[in-house]
């Protein structure tokens, strides 16, 4: 297992992963603190910094200033079913660069890991642990 998600209360629920944890959505407890983005909110936010690990990356090895380093992420969505169309990031520099490597950031962009598993399609599987509707049926 690479991530554990908990429920914690109301919408909110936990990720962790190693030693960091982010949180979803909305509790009902009271602590704010604990809420955050919903997840298809953060969906596209992952995306936005998998493209600026990447962005970041191109601008290092060709001595390309990128402290003011931003990425703006814009999505559509739609229903039935619910999801996400489209996905618009527009990179701000605040440097001033050439045509040259204008089009390498954008080849970088375009090749991040989460737009590639997008782009290229990939499998989701659920499946329910065993013993998991038993207590739902001793009642």
Known sequence: MEILVTYENGHRFAATCHEH???????????????GMWPAQMFAAALGMCIGGYVASYCEHHNIPYDDLRIEVDRETADAP????RVTARIILGA??????AQGI???ADRCHITNSIKHGMD???TLAEGAGEAANDG
């Open 96 to 101: 001033n660069i050439s045509e040259k490597d």
């Open 82 to 85: 619910s999801r996400t169309t």
């Open 124 to 126: 989701v599987v659920c």
């Open 106 to 108: 954008l080849r970088v």
């Open 21 to 35: 944890t982010v949180y979803t959505g909305k509790g009902d407890d009271g602590d704010a603190s604990r809420d």
